[in-house]
């Protein structure tokens, strides 16, 4: 696990989906003023310049940096916006430093899933060849691309199956 139950004085610039996965681990932010030791970095919608400022002073300062994903867009009905890797690509340039990575397809995230499977097989769906398919090449899992988000086309892709949409999973697996 990347990050563990930790007293570390923690900066989150994210949303409330990575605040909900950080909770149970007993992380707690820091108030407001104090410098974090940890800055974990994940899609944050409502992101300010003053959290971006903080987030850079802690990193120079030699705060542990921690990436939910390096995913630099996400799809929207408007097309792609910038994904929680932009952030990341800021604050690493902010900061001189580079996040480790929890997310796809990163080590943490395929020993996690792995743990989880108890030697079940694994089969990775996606619409990101280079995130979420590239975790099932490097552990040998089955990968199927599904094309309704990142990816439009199959062109070039290694995956073992691809599907027009996620619906469509039920009736090729």
Known sequence: MLIGPTD???LIVGGLGVHE???PLGIRETPEGVLPDLVVVGLDVDLSYDKLAIATLALREGARF???NRDVTFPTPRGEMPGA???VALLETASGREAECAGKPHRPMRDL???RAEGSPITVVGDRPETDLEMAYAEGWR???VLTGVAKEAEGSRADLVIPTIGDLIYSL
């Open 113 to 115: 899933i792995r743990s």
């Open 66 to 68: 921690v990436a939910t």
């Open 143 to 145: 990968s199927v691309l």
């Open 85 to 87: 890797g932009s952030i």
């Open 21 to 23: 996965a950080l909770v």
């Open 8 to 10: 570390a004085r923690t």
